[in-house]
C-alpha cells in the first residue's frame, strides 16, 4: 500500500482535481489524503477571526463569497445527477454549520470546528467525483482514526488499529480517500494537527499501515536548495537522508510540515515529493541513505524570539542551566538554538504564549532581555561542520549582524539567528556563496 497525499494547490481547481485523478489512478491501491482547497483555511481562519471580534456581518458575507466559489466547482466537476445533488446538499449543509457556529461564537471549539470545514469539504467531493468517473474509491473519515493523546502528539496505537480495520472492511475499493490536518483530541474532540498538517497526517497513515513509500504531491518539483519565494535560480534536491529532511522542515521549509518526517523514519517508510502539475520530473526523494558530503539546503524560519538571560553568579556556578531549563519544560516550551558565556545564555523559542510567565520566573535569578522579530537562518547537509568551505561563510555575511551562532550541535546543521528584516538579504547572499560561484 502507499500513501499519496496532495496539497491546497492540486485540488485547488477543478483542472487540478482531474490531474489528480490522471496521478492516483494507476491500478495499485492506495490512501489518497487530501487537503483543503487552496485558499480555504486561509479564509476559515479570517472567519473565525471576525466571529470572535462580533463582526457577524462581515464573517457571514465572507462565507457567502466562499460557498460561491464551491458551487462553481461543483457545477464544473459534475453533470447533472442525483450524484450532483448529494454533494450540492452536504455543501450546504457545511456552510449552515459554518453559519451557525459564527452566528454564535462561544464554544472553546470553535476554531477547530471551523478550519476543520475545509478537508471535509474537499474530501467528499474528490471521493464523489472519482465515484462519478467509475474509480473504485470511497472515504475514511479521519475522524473515524486519527486522534492525538494529551501532549499533541499522534496516538499511534490507537491510529494502526482502527485504520487497518477500517481499511479491512473495504476491501473492494482502489483509493481510500482521506482528509489530512483534522484529527480528534485525547478528549474525543475536534481538533488538528496545525497549519500546513495534512503532510503529518499523510506520514503517520503511513507509518500505521506499514506503506512502501509516502507521496507528497504539491506544487513545486520537490524540496529545494533554498527558499524559491526569496531566492531566484534555486532547484530540486534529488534526494536527502532523513535527519537532513527533519531539519530543513523543523527549520523552515514551508513545502513540509515541521513534524512530516518523524513518523517516516521511525518506520523508514521512504518520502518522495513530487509536483502534481509535472508528475514527469523526479522530485526528492527522502530515505535512510546518507548523502554526498556538504551543505544541501538553506532554509528561514521566521517570528522567533531571543532571550539572553544574564547571571552575574553565572560563573562557576553550576545548578544555572537546570534552573533555566526546568522553566522552560515546567511552561512546555521548546527552546531551538541555545549558546552560553561565561555570564550569560542566550536562547530561541517560536512558541510565545507563555513568555511572560517563563521571564517574572527567570528575573526571581537573573536579568532578562528580549528580542523579538528574529529568523533562524539554517544550512542542512551532511557532515557540513566538516566541509572545507563551511567556516568562510562568515565572511560572506560581514555586513549582517548576526545574533547567535549554533555551530557542531549536530552534523547536519549550522544555524545562524539574525534580524527579520534581514532574513532575504541572508538567504541570498549564502545562496550566492555556498551554491553559486562566488568566493569569499
Ligand atoms: P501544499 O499546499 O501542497 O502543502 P505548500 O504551500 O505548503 O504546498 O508548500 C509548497 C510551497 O513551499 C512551494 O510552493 C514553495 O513556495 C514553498 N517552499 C518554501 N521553501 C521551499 C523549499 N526549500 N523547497 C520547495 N518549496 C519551498
Ligand atoms: N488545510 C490546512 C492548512 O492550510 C492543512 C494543510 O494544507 O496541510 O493549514
Ligand atoms: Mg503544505
Known amino acids: 500500500m502507499n500513501v499519496f497525499k496532495f496539497g491546497g494547490t492540486s485540488v485547488g481547481s477543478v483542472a487540478n482535481m482531474h490531474m489528480v485523478k490522471d496521478i492516483i489512478v494507476d491500478g495499485r491501491k492506495k490512501v489518497v489524503v487530501l487537503s483543503a482547497m487552496s485558499g480555504t483555511t486561509n479564509t476559515l481562519v479570517k472567519i473565525h477571526k471576525l466571529s470572535i471580534e462580533n463582526k457577524l456581518d462581515k464573517a457571514l458575507s465572507e462565507l457567502l463569497v466562499l460557498q460561491g466559489h464551491y458551487t462553481t466547482v461543483l457545477d464544473e466537476l459534475f453533470e447533472k445527477s442525483d450524484r450532483k445533488q448529494l454533494v450540492s446538499n452536504y455543501v450546504d449543509s457545511v456552510f449552515q454549520d459554518l453559519r451557525q457556529l459564527v452566528s454564535a461564537p462561544s464554544s472553546s471549539l470553535l476554531y477547530n470546528n471551523i478550519v476543520s470545514k475545509g478537508e ?43 485504520l487497518n480495520r477500517l481499511v479491512k472492511e473495504r476491501v473492494a475499493v482502489d483509493i481510500y480517500i482521506t482528509q489530512g490536518f483534522i484529527c480528534l483530541d485525547n478528549e474525543g474532540e475536534i481538533s488538528n494537527l496545525k497549519r500546513g498538517g495534512s503532510d503529518h497526517s499523510a506520514t503517520i497513515i503511513g507509518a500505521a499501515l506499514d506503506a512502501d513509500e509516502v507521496q507528497i504531491w504539491t506544487d513545486i518539483d520537490g524540496v529545494h536548495n533554498n527558499d524559491p519565494r526569496f531566492v531566484e535560480g534555486t532547484h530540486a534536491i534529488s534526494n536527502l537522508s532523513f535527519d537532513e529532511a527533519a531539519e530543513l522542515a523543523y527549520f523552515g521549509a514551508k513545502i513540509l510540515h515541521p513534524q512530516t518526517v518523524m513518523p517516516a523514519r521511525k518506520a523508514m517508510i521512504p518520502v518522495r515529493l513530487k509536483n502534481t502539475m509535472k508528475p514527469n520530473s523526479y522530485g526528492t526523494l527522502i530515505n535512510q541513505n546518507a548523502s554526498e558530503e556538504g551543505i544541501k539546503a538553506i532554509a528561514a524560519k521566521d517570528a522567533i524570539t531571543a532571550i539572553k538571560i544574564k547571571s552575574a553568579r553565572m560563573l562557576q556556578a553550576h545548578g544555572f542551566l537546570k534552573k533555566v531549563f526546568e522553566i522552560f519544560e515546567k511552561y512546555e516550551t521548546s527552546i531551538d ?28 535569578f537573573s536579568t532578562v ?33 548576526i545574533r547567535m551562532i549554533s555551530y557542531g550541535g549536530s552534523n547536519n546543521n549550522i544555524s545562524i539567528l539574525v534580524r527579520s528584516e534581514d532574513k532575504i538579504k541572508t538567504l541570498q547572499l549564502l545562496n550566492s556563496y555556498v551554491f553559486g560561484k562566488v568566493t569569499a
Do not use: W
Not at 126 to 131: M, Y
Not at 140 to 145: G, M, N, Q, R, T
Not at 337 to 357: F, K, P, W, Y
Not at 375 to 381: D, E, N, Q, T
Open 369 to 401: 532581555e528580549i528580542d523579538e522579530q528574529q529568523s533562524i537562518i539554517c544550512l542542512v547537509g551532511n557532515q557540513i561542520v566538516k566541509h572545507k568551505d563551511t567556516y568562510r561563510f562568515f565572511q560572506v555575511l560581514q555586513d549582517i549582524s
Open 337 to 364: 538554538m541555545i549558546t552560553t558565556s561565561e555570564i550569560a545564555i542566550s536562547l530561541t523559542i517560536d512558541d510565545t504564549g507563555s513568555l511572560e510567565a517563563i521571564v517574572v520566573e527567570l528575573e526571581k
Open 120 to 162: 471535509l469539504l474537499s474530501s467528499f467531493m474528490f471521493t464523489h467525483f472519482l465515484q462519478s468517473q467509475h474509480v473504485k474509491a470511497c472515504l475514511l473519515p479521519a475522524l473515524d482514526f486519527m486522534r492525538i493523546d494529551k501532549d499533541g502528539e499522534p496516538d499511534n496505537f490507537y491510529i494502526k488499529q482502527n
